[in-house]
Nanobody, 130 residues
Framework: EVQLVEFGGGLVQPGGSLRLSCEVS????????IAWFHQAPGKEREGVSC????????VYSDSATGRFTISRDRAKSTVYLQMRSLKPEDTGVYYC???????????????????????WGKGTLVTVSS
C-alpha cells in the first residue's frame, strides 16, 4: 500500500523557518517524483516544489524560489521541504504527493498544466502569524 505522511507543520512567526517532512512507503522510491503542494484557506491547491527521486532534479514555483529548499534522503525514504523567510500568505495545508510521471509534477509546480498526482498524503497545517 502506497503511503505518504507529512510531518512538521505548526505555528511560526513571519520571517521564521520550518521544515516539513514527507515519509513515503509502499513503492520503489527511485521510480517516483515527489511534489509539495500548498493550499491556502479558501484557495486552490498549488504546486510548490518537486524532486525526482532518481536523479534529484528539482523545480520550484516562483513564490518558493529563493526561500524554500526541497531535498531527499533515500535511506529514510523521506522528502523534506525547508521553508525560510515565511510570510503570512504561506499559511495553509501542505501536502506531499507522488507520481511516476515527472512532467505531471513539473507542470503543477510551474502552473503550465492541470494534472493530478497519483498518490497524496493527508497534509500538515502551517500557520504563519505573529
Amino acid at each position: 500500500e502506497v503511503q505518504l505522511v507529512e510531518f512538521g507543520g505548526g505555528l511560526v512567526q513571519p520571517g521564521g523557518s520550518l521544515r516539513l517532512s514527507c515519509e513515503v512507503s509502499g513503492f520503489l522510491f527511485d521510480d517516483y517524483t515527489i511534489a509539495w503542494f500548498h493550499q491556502a484557506p479558501g484557495k486552490e491547491r498549488e504546486g510548490v516544489s518537486c524532486i525526482s527521486m532518481s536523479d534529484g532534479y528539482k523545480v520550484y514555483s516562483d513564490s518558493a524560489t529563493g526561500r524554500f529548499t526541497i531535498s531527499r534522503d533515500r535511506a529514510k525514504s523521506t522528502v523534506y521541504l525547508q521553508m525560510r523567510s515565511l510570510k503570512p500568505e504561506d499559511t495553509g495545508v501542505y501536502y506531499c504527493a507522488a507520481d511516476q510521471t515527472l512532467y505531471k509534477a513539473i507542470a503543477s509546480v510551474r502552473r503550465t498544466g492541470n494534472y493530478v498526482m497519483g498518490y497524496w498524503g493527508k497534509g500538515t497545517l502551517v500557520t504563519v502569524s505573529s
